[in-house]
């Protein structure tokens, strides 16, 4: 099946520089590749996504770059604030279809 | 609207008995997937269903789960035996469809369960 491996499992940045997490995979079939923020406690929430046919994807401070022969997948976070701190998931799907197979998260913490 | 829905918040339990978990879709929505998460991982797959039927199951860990979902909107997660490795919290997630447009998949608040 899938494997999702992401790196680095920690991550401490001082507010307002950038947090950059890479995310490998290993089925070359994936077609689909989100990445969820889950706070402590909290159910994972989407924060971006994006699809085989696009090398790339911004959402205001964050983005989403793919590189398919390489198999991987990177979340970058701009100006980085107090409330980005948060264990962040990154997932792709199984054969083209809609089931997931997320890492292991990476733990971010903002330093203010 | 109202998001994904989950009861029990919490779920304890004793090695052996019997839980049941339930998991209450955004309306409208035909895919709904279970997952497992432990402490310090992501969520693993357990189980999606296209509206009454399994269409996935091999995420299952053994045959003392089991998942329905007979009206095709809440689904309930059903574990015989429990063990003390079944502790986990339980993500219920539902989708528009479940077809190749890669619709987000939203996630509920989770069960925590713990076997003693």
């Known amino acids: 099946g899938e494997n999702v491996e992401q790196h680095p499992s920690t991550l401490s940045v001082q507010e307002g520089d950038s947090a950059v997490i890479k995310c490998t995979y290993s089925?070359?079939?994936?077609?689909?590749f989100p990445w969820y923020k889950q706070e402590l406690g909290k159910r994972p929430q989407l924060i971006i996504d994006i699809r085989s046919n696009v090398g790339e994807k911004k959402d205001q401070r964050i983005a989403v770059t793919l590189n398919k022969t390489a198999k991987h997948f990177s979340l970058h976070i701009t100006e980085t604030q107090p409330e980005d701190s948060a264990v962040y998931f990154c997932?792709?799907?199984?054969?083209?279809?809609?089931?997931?197979?997320f890492g292991k998260g990476n733990q971010v913490v903002v330093i203010p | 609207g109202a998001g994904v829905s989950q009861t029990p918040s919490n779920k304890v339990t004793e090695k052996g008995k019997y839980v049941e978990l339930r998991c209450d879709p955004i309306?409208?929505?035909?895919?709904l997937y279970w997952y497992r998460q432990s402490l310090g991982q992501g969520p693993e797959f357990l189980i999606y269903f296209q509206g009454t039927g399994a269409a996935d199951d091999s995420g299952l860990p053994n045959d003392r789960f089991f998942a329905v979902r007979p009206e095709g909107s809440v689904s309930t997660l059903k574990i015989q035996r429990t063990e003390r490795g079944d502790s986990a919290v339980y993500l219920c997630a539902s989708s528009l469809t479940e077809h190749s447009s890669y619709n987000e998949q939203f996630f509920g608040p989770g069960t925590r369960l713990t076997v003693l």
């Open positions: 997932a792709a799907d199984y054969y083209g279809n809609n089931r997931l197979a």
């Open positions: 089925d070359s079939a994936s077609n689909y």
């Open positions: 309306s409208g929505h035909t895919a």
